[in-house]
């Protein structure tokens, strides 16, 4: 009979054995071969200051609706159009001289500056039946019409820069242009989102 309690006793604790092996080559076998996650595996990576979130293409047709979108939405007493054409972006609004609303026309040549930034050098200007220097235009421009901080005119280079790059949509988009090239009908923009 105690023979018979000792085989109880013996199965019970090989039993007991076999399951404590079994745990612990289990638990070896999942730390080795089912490493633990690190926090990089389920958190995206964040975009450096020379990655855009997204690259946007577009052509002329597509700009110049989305200009004119644009330009709707504004409350502006001076109605206005910038258009993009093959080879020029041309700026065209009225001025009212005794009573009378003279239109004013503007061709610009656009670059892209180093930094992403959007350059229009200004070809020609003309007041009506007139075509003045465009230096004098870009100081009439800059004295007599409000503009958001980050488009600065430059009378003495017949310039104006859109510092597209400083101009910050929702609080919470920012652009920089890569490509502004109206005779190929290519215009590249890349998107950010500020932290």
Known sequence: MRY???KW???FFALVAICIIACIS?????????PEAEESHYTSEQ????QGLLQIRSDRDQMNQLITEASDQLDEETPFTL???SDHAEFRSTFDVLGQSVPITVEFEPMVANNGD???EADSFSFGLFNIPSEQAMQLMKNVTELPDWI?????????????TDAKFND???FRVQTFDLANDLIEVEMFVNE
């Open 26 to 34: 289990l638990f070896v076998l999942v730390r080795t071969f089912l």
């Open 47 to 50: 975009p450096t200051n020379e």
């Open 9 to 11: 006793k013996i199965a």
């Open 172 to 174: 919470r988009y920012s």
């Open 4 to 6: 018979q309690k000792n």
């Open 152 to 164: 600065v005119v430059h009378p003495s280079e017949s310039l104006i820069e859109v510092k597209v």
């Open 118 to 120: 959007l350059l229009l």
């Open 83 to 85: 258009e993009l054409l």
